[in-house]
């Protein structure tokens, strides 16, 4: 069977969350920027340029996709919890990607983004009641979005772009 260079995880699926549940995502996205780093580790500037699939982005616009993506949802986050259901601000994360500093800044850059970003999340994340991870932003597209989903999404979007990475690097041979 051929890998699905696209999903190598699969596509995320949410069937509701518990304690337990949230815990485990919450740990994803507190191991997110040390696990993106370590599938970064020691690559060249024409590997870093390497799209992870045809028609992809580079492993480079990845990185810097991840920071970006992540910023939002933080974003998202602290808006949930501070306003009732506030209707957020969809981007065009492929423009974004296209952006020069998607495209030539240095992945080192939006790790140590990564990481600042990621602790300030996870100390959130943690702080947060059962009743706040309930709270919704209301997505122009996809309708009310539960805290509780987000977490669960941007836990498996961490994982899900890390794949592509460490993938590309097992099928090059990296």
Do not use: C
């Not at 992809?56 to 920071?67: D, E, L, M």
């Not at 939006?110 to 059962?130: E, G, I, K, V, Y």
């Not at 209301?138 to 987000?150: D, F, I, K, S, Y």
């Not at 999404?153 to 772009?161: F, N, R």
């Amino acid at each position: 069977m051929e890998p699905n260079l696209q999903y190598p995880i699969g596509k995320f699926k949410y069937e509701g969350a518990d304690a337990v549940q949230l815990a485990s995502w919450i740990a994803d996205i507190a191991a997110l920027p040390e696990r993106l780093r370590a599938a970064v580790q020691g690559l060249s500037a024409e590997q870093l340029d390497t799209p992870y699939r045809p028609g992809g982005w580079t492993v480079r616009q990845v990185v810097h996709h991840v920071a970006d993506s992540h910023m939002n949802s933080f974003t998202r986050f602290k808006l949930a919890l501070t306003e009732n259901n506030p209707t957020i601000k969809p981007y065009d994360e492929a423009a974004w990607a296209e952006l020069d500093d998607g495209r030539i800044a240095d992945p080192a850059l939006s790790l140590a983004l990564l990481d600042a970003l990621h602790s300030r999340w996870t100390q959130l994340l943690r702080s947060m009641t059962p009743q706040q991870f309930e709270r919704t932003f209301h997505h122009p597209e996809n309708g009310p979005q539960p805290l509780a989903r987000a977490t669960g999404l941007y836990a498996w979007h961490g994982k899900h772009h890390t794949a592509h990475i460490t993938s590309l690097r097992e099928r090059m041979g990296w």
